[in-house]
T-cell receptor, first 114, second 117 residues
């Protein structure tokens, strides 16, 4: 069935270093890949997304890359800051070719050490 | 606040009782989704509506769960005869359909945390 795997489950980095979180999806019809940041007790907040017609997207310190052949996409955060500490979720959706629901990964708890 | 809102934010109930949650989407959004999130896990899809039509339900959604969106605006999620395993955060999200083949961007509410004793 549909599945999104996410690694690592926890990640600790020093302030200023980069962080990379990786996801793999199973449904080859997936064409939309959002990333959400969730702080403790708060709602998931969209931080960046990518559609299947592009391979990379960047927004300031955050970038996402997509490899459709490998069914793999990654989140890159550069120059990490303590306020980046949170749980990050990747998700995949097939849109009009299937369903608009999101399949989420299991999350990565990022800790940025000052 | 023009974001997605949910009520109540917290609900404690005894096993066997019925509970109902409400979600108010972003006003111009025609799609509304319900997800369930347990501790340490990503949100799991439960069901979604386009306008007032319920278009998909997860196998996770047992017959004790029912959702409605009667006028295509707010939605309610009811759980009958609650069980301890129903304890979770229930998240609502909304999106606006576009002409793209790609899925819409979903915006989440703050969730309703249910505790079943």
């Amino acid at each position: 069935g549909e599945n999104v795997e996410q690694h690592p489950s926890t990640l600790s980095v020093q302030e200023g270093d980069s962080a990379v979180i990786k996801c793999t999806y199973s449904d080859s019809a997936s064409n939309y890949f959002p990333w959400y940041k969730q702080e403790l007790g708060k709602r998931p907040q969209l931080i960046i997304d990518i559609r299947s017609n592009v391979g990379e997207k960047k927004d300031q310190r955050i970038a996402v890359t997509l490899n459709k052949t490998a069914k793999h996409f990654s989140l890159h955060i550069t120059e990490t800051q303590p306020e980046d500490s949170a749980v990050y979720f990747c998700a995949a959706s097939t849109g009009a070719s299937g369903t608009y629901k999101y399949i989420f990964g299991t999350g990565t708890r990022l800790k940025v050490l000052a | 606040d023009t974001g997605v809102s949910q009520d109540p934010r917290h609900k404690i109930t005894k096993r066997g009782q019925n509970v109902t949650f409400r979600c108010d989407p972003i006003s111009e959004h025609n799609r509304l989704y319900w997800y369930r999130q347990t501790l340490g896990q990503g949100p799991e899809f439960l069901t979604y509506f386009q306008n007032e039509a319920q278009l998909e339900k997860s196998r996770l959604l047992s017959d004790r769960f029912s959702a409605e969106r009667p006028k295509g605006s707010f939605s309610t999620l009811e759980i009958q005869r609650t069980e301890q395993g129903d304890s979770a955060m229930y998240l609502c999200a909304s999106s606006q359909s576009g002409i793209s083949i790609h899925a819409d961007t979903q915006y989440f509410g703050p969730g309703t945390r249910l505790t079943v004793l």
